[in-house]
């Protein structure tokens, strides 16, 4: 019997289907234009690296939004595979990045997968990381 679904319940490896289309002007998102705690935010999220490479998650292009409503942000994003092993360690470091910032008490990280990551959204810094590593881009 084959089955897509994951063996462990869906936290170590998942199954998406990928919305067809491409990439929206907005991306890559990269805070440029945040002010305040939200600018923080992204600052502190600019420090958070692949576990893979030594580039910025920001700079790869994950980061498809940031939020602060009071005193919790909502910080959304992607990862450049669905069924990446790493996924709760970047979760988990891109939440206590944001919640570096002075008026953030909480946050929650949302993963989403439309639009679907391409190399497209890399930002040329990121580009430039990317190719100092050995990578091809």
Same mark, same amino acid.
């Given at each position: #019997?084959?089955?897509?679904?994951?063996?462990?319940? &869906?936290? %170590?490896?998942?199954? =998406?289907?990928?919305?067809?289309?491409?990439?929206?002007?907005?991306?890559p998102k990269t805070g440029v234009d945040a002010? &305040?705690?939200?600018?923080?935010?992204?600052?502190?999220? @600019?420090?958070?690296?692949?576990?893979?490479?030594?580039? +910025? /998650?920001?700079?790869? &292009?994950? /980061?498809?939004?940031? +939020?602060?409503?009071?005193?919790?942000?909502?910080?959304? #994003?992607?990862? =450049?595979? =669905? &069924?990446?092993?790493? @996924?709760? #360690? /970047?979760?988990?470091?891109?939440?206590?990045?944001?919640?570096?910032?002075?008026?953030?008490?909480? %946050?929650?990280?949302?993963?989403?997968?439309s639009p679907k990551w391409t190399v497209d #959204?890399?930002?040329?810094?990121?580009?430039?990381?990317? @190719?100092?590593?050995?990578? +091809?881009?």
């Open positions: #019997m084959t089955t897509n679904a994951p063996l462990d319940g &869906g936290k %170590a490896c998942g199954y =998406t289907n990928y919305e067809e289309g491409t990439v929206p002007d907005e991306y002010t &305040g705690t939200e600018a923080e935010v992204w600052e502190a999220l @600019r420090e958070v690296q692949d576990p893979e490479m030594p580039v +910025s /998650i920001v700079d790869l &292009g994950l /980061i498809y939004d940031v +939020s602060v409503d009071d005193d919790h942000c909502t910080v959304e #994003m992607t990862l =450049t595979y =669905t &069924g990446c092993p790493a @996924r709760d #360690m /970047i979760l988990n470091d891109v939440k206590c990045a944001a919640e570096t910032a002075h008026a953030v008490q909480e %946050a929650d990280v949302r993963l989403q997968f #959204m890399v930002t040329e810094a990121g580009r430039d990381d990317l @190719r100092e590593f050995g990578l +091809s881009v």
